[in-house]
Nanobody, 120 residues
Framework: QVQLVESGGGLVQPGGSLRLSCSAFGNIFGVHSMAWYRQSPGSQRELVAG???????DYAESVKGRFSISRGGDETTVFLHMSDLRPEDSAVYYC??????????????WGQGTLVTVSS
């Protein structure tokens, strides 16, 4: 019905930068919000950054000032710009979206995840 496709993960040295991308495809009537979560081994999945359709953004305290979330030219794409990366930022990053479909006003979808490794 709806698929989220992520890209941009990889290996980066401490202090480096990466940009993650996520695009939503399928039977989309509207996008309420998009967000990035992350999960490292032995930890719970946590919100990194999110953006709502009307513009407000939210960030985890640990990434404020270093990460920035933005939307693409259309409402179905979101980016996560990560700078000053630290080893503790290493995790699988998941795209999340709340989307209006033909049959449901608000459905939650997840991407498959993209691995970010920060190491020298």
């Amino acid at each position: 019905q709806v698929q989220l496709v992520e890209s941009g993960g990889g290996l980066v040295q401490p202090g480096g930068s990466l940009r993650l991308s996520c695009s939503a495809f399928g039977n989309i009537f509207g996008v309420h919000s998009m967000a990035w979560y992350r999960q490292s081994p032995g930890s719970q999945r946590e919100l990194v950054a999110g953006v709502r359709s009307d513009g407000p953004t939210d960030y985890a305290e640990s990434v404020k000032g270093r990460f920035s979330i933005s939307r693409g030219g259309d409402e179905t794409t979101v980016f996560l710009h990560m700078s000053d990366l630290r080893p503790e930022d290493s995790a699988v990053y998941y795209c999340n979206a709340h989307i209006e479909t033909k049959y449901n006003d608000d459905m939650e979808f997840w991407g498959q995840g993209t691995l970010v490794t920060v190491s020298s």
